[in-house]
């Protein structure tokens, strides 16, 4: 057992981390976030650069070997920048349904995804759909030796940005069958996708994405177009653990600015942190990021066990990131005061995210219910 | 980073739980960790590890430590709990023993380790004060020195166990026009001395667990002064902090939620088991997840002592979490067993009769281990105090 970061990891973390504070400001973010396209081309070309792009990919996929504790490494970095950038959509979620690709599509896709000419988004919600990855009113049916699909994807992050999207269709069976779905690489200006955009409340980019009757060759199908779903759910599960990453470096600086406004912050001629009911709050603020980092670690360290235990895992994180970063976001607030409610502190994007993060993937309530019937499953297995 | 066992590691297992199988005390399987054991119960297992070499892990080597790694001594504590083992208690292995190995004298060390590593001698710990809990600085208690004697006299209380005792540690004001923390010393203590009334307090599950301790001119050899003089607050930090690494109880906790899945599994609600209703499995999920992210701050503490770096006040953390979950554990274990967690405080059943209990075993004593279990919260530095710790140490309020 071992909790320490190779020196690869330690020196993209610092790379990183000097970028942001160079870089990516606060004030720098505003002007991007409210600008026309809403984030920096040129910033992706320097992640590429800083080889953040290639770290998690091995080395025959053009990688530099790592893995999900390289990703996760980078994600608390952007979440303690709020860096709004793609990382996400582009390389841990398309690069980890090219990782199952054929070596053609890794030709095509994975090296320019690496070199940060392409960018993708993950196109899987949908209006009903709701957490439920194998929820699909979106249809992918034979068309000659290719497919033809159609539909309506929701809240599709970072879209506006990306060249391609990785959809979920349904193939065959009912619509909430767990086989049946298959997934697809569709370049966004293919003749049938259009998209309306939105800026999101947490300073992304997205869009709502249609379909109708897309037509893609068969060198579109991402793994076994009539059973999926396991694909779908092993990606996400590793975007979840990311994501718990980034929740873990907005904790840390939004815990910060509030400990250190509280230094600062006089009322009753006094600093408020000496009030001991806000001390023991923050100190509850502290226990929960430790605590979400520890499950960070946990739930990245078993993405590769088996089934049962990566989803528990992956759930169990969610569930303890989405509680732990309401908390920290909202007392983060309570405790700035006035001024937490203004714009023009970095606090109030701090809790904005952490808010967001907690419905991206399914909320507490969602894996709460996901880890109690793995549970059941398990002990079910068990007694046999 | 990874979370895999060397092949050593899964050697080291296999031969602690093989020992373990052999020699735990038969008569000791499913007693657990109750309070009112006799004492060659509580110290039968003690005993055989001492002869083993195994009964204080976390001790250096030099003085009759395991000289396990920080993984070693997890996969030890995971294997107990699988039997739910009797450990050794903490007022001497815990507690005291680094105390002594740290700040103590050669013969001092000479005189009271090889008592504590073998079970022979019962600890008690004299900290708490009627006037001096929280703010354990405001002791009262006296030591004097007359000749080559201190004088002790006060009143110590939830001294724990100290029925059984041999020797205690107590905390005395040696300078009583000093400052709240100076002054104090630490002062080793034979039971057996005139002058010392152990008196017990019966607690709210029924149980004798905890006493006072009257000290009225208990004369002590000076040469049981442990370190220097008016300096024994920073020992008794020192031993507080040691106390708190450990006292996470997540190997036990998990046993603790597997019998409370067994338990919701055999109760039932409109004829459908208890755990398969949607509110109560929830319960036990996140009881469970809130488990697992002690259990992986408390390896990550583990991994940062074994990198060279002391309990530090991190191990607050622990010992909020680690006690919410143990006082969540009995409350849920009280809520499954339904009606049946009515009958019989520990305390009425009469000792020595065979008399069995109301309702389904498990259902046993389920109200007075969740009475019991409020205590967790408050000794070892009340959670709020280590919340004070966390602000002011880490926090820099």
Not at chain 1, 9 to 19: G, P, V, Y
Not at chain 2, 102 to 110: L, M, R, S, V, Y
Request: glycine fraction near 10%; charged fraction near 25%; hydrophobic fraction near 40%.
């Amino acid at each position: 057992m071992d909790f320490n970061f190779t020196e690869e990891q330690t020196m993209i973390r610092d790379s990183l981390a000097r970028l942001i504070k160079d870089q990516y400001d606060f004030d720098t973010r505003r002007k991007v976030v409210a600008s026309k396209d809403g984030w920096r081309p040129e910033m992706w070309a320097q992640f590429a650069e800083l080889g953040l792009l290639a770290a998690p990919f091995s080395e025959e996929d053009g990688g530099l070997g790592g893995g999900p504790i390289d990703a996760m490494v980078v994600m608390e970095e952007f979440g303690k920048g709020l860096v709004v950038e793609p990382f996400l959509q582009t390389v841990v979620l398309a690069g980890g349904f090219l990782r199952a690709g054929t070596s053609a599509q890794k030709e095509d896709h994975l090296a320019a995804l690496i070199s940060g000419e392409r960018v993708f988004a993950f196109a899987y919600a949908e209006p009903k759909g709701r957490y439920n990855l194998a929820d699909l009113e979106t249809t992918a049916t034979k068309d000659g030796s290719g497919w033809k699909i159609s539909g309506h994807k929701a809240v599709v992050i970072g879209a506006p940005w990306a060249s391609h999207l990785i959809v979920t269709a349904r193939t065959s069976g009912g619509r909430r069958d767990a086989k049946g779905v298959g997934v697809f690489i569709v370049p966004k200006d293919a003749k049938g996708v259009t998209t309306r955009d939105y800026p999101t409340v947490d300073g992304r980019r997205a869009s709502e994405v249609y379909f109708e009757n897309v037509t893609v060759g068969a060198d579109a199908v991402i793994g076994d177009p009539s059973d999926s779903l396991g694909l779908v759910e092993k990606v996400t599960d590793h975007a979840i653990a990311a994501l718990c990453a980034e929740a873990c470096g907005a904790m840390k600086v939004a815990n910060a600015q509030t400990v250190e406004y509280s230094k600062t912050r006089k009322q009753f001629g006094t600093p408020i942190g000496k009030f001991q009911v806000l001390q023991h709050r923050m100190a509850d603020m502290f226990i929960e990021h430790e605590q979400s980092i520890s499950m960070t670690y946990m739930a990245t360290l078993k993405l590769d066990e088996d089934e049962v235990a990566r989803k528990k895992a992956a759930s169990a994180a969610k569930v303890r990131i989405g509680q732990g970063g309401r908390f920290i976001g909202q007392q983060s607030i309570q405790i700035h005061g006035g001024m937490g409610m203004t714009d023009e502190l970095a606090i109030g994007h701090y809790f904005k995210r952490l808010t967001m993060i907690d419905s991206e993937f399914g909320n507490v309530d969602h894996h709460l219910k996901r880890y109690t019937e793995l549970s059941a499953a398990d002990v079910a297995v068990a007694a046999e | 980073m990874n979370l895999e066992f060397s092949p050593e590691e899964i050697a080291f297992r296999d031969e602690v739980r093989a020992f373990i199988r052999d020699n735990y005390p038969k008569e000791l399987i499913g007693l657990g960790s109750r309070e009112d054991l006799t004492r060659e119960q509580f110290l039968a297992w003690h005993k055989i590890l001492g002869k083993k070499g195994w009964s204080a892990p976390a001790w250096p080597k030099k003085y009759g430590g395991t000289g396990w790694t920080s993984t070693q001594r997890y996969i030890w504590s995971e294997e107990n709990a699988r039997v739910d083992a009797m450990m050794p208690l903490p007022f001497g292995v815990s507690m005291v023993g680094p105390v002594i190995y740290t700040f103590g004298n050669e013969e001092q060390k000479a005189k009271h380790l090889p008592g504590i590593l073998a079970g022979d001698v019962w600890w008690a710990q004299g900290y708490s004060e009627p006037g001096a809990g929280s703010d354990l600085a405001s002791l009262k208690t006296t030591a004097v020195r007359d000749g080559d004697y201190y004088v002790l006299n006060g009143q110590k209380t939830w001294t724990t166990l100290a029925q059984h005792a041999d020797w205690g540690f107590f905390l005395c004001r040696t300078d009583p026009t000093a400052k709240a923390q100076e002054g104090i010393s630490f002062i080793l203590v034979d039971m057996k001395t005139p002058g010392i009334e152990v008196r017990p307090i019966k607690l709210i599950d029924g149980t004798h667990e905890v006493n006072e301790t009257w000290l009225t001119d208990v004369r002590v050899p000076v040469e049981n002064l442990v370190g220097k003089e008016n300096e024994g607050w920073t020992y008794a930090k020192f031993l507080l902090a040691h106390e708190r690494s450990g006292i996470a109880g997540v190997a036990r906790s998990k046993r603790g939620v597997e019998r409370l899945r067994s338990i919701a599994s055999q109760e039932t609600l409109d004829g459908t088991p208890l755990i398969k209703t949607d509110e109560f499995a929830r319960k036990i999920s996140q009881l469970e997840i809130d488990l697992t992210a002690l259990e992986f701050t408390e390896l990550r503490t583990l991994a940062s002592e074994a990198a060279g770096k002391g309990p530090g006040p991190e191990s607050s953390i622990l010992k909020i979490k680690g006690t919410e979950i143990q006082q969540r554990l009995t409350e849920l274990t009280l809520e499954a067993v339904g009606n049946y967690g009515a009958p019989y405080a520990r305390g009425m059943m009469k000792d020595g009769t065979n008399e069995i209990g109301v309702g389904p075993d498990y259902s046993n004593f389920s109200a007075d281990n969740y009475f019991n279990m409020r205590k967790t919260s408050i000794y070892g530095g009340s959670n709020e105090i280590q919340r004070n710790i966390i602000s002011k140490m880490i926090l820099g309020l």
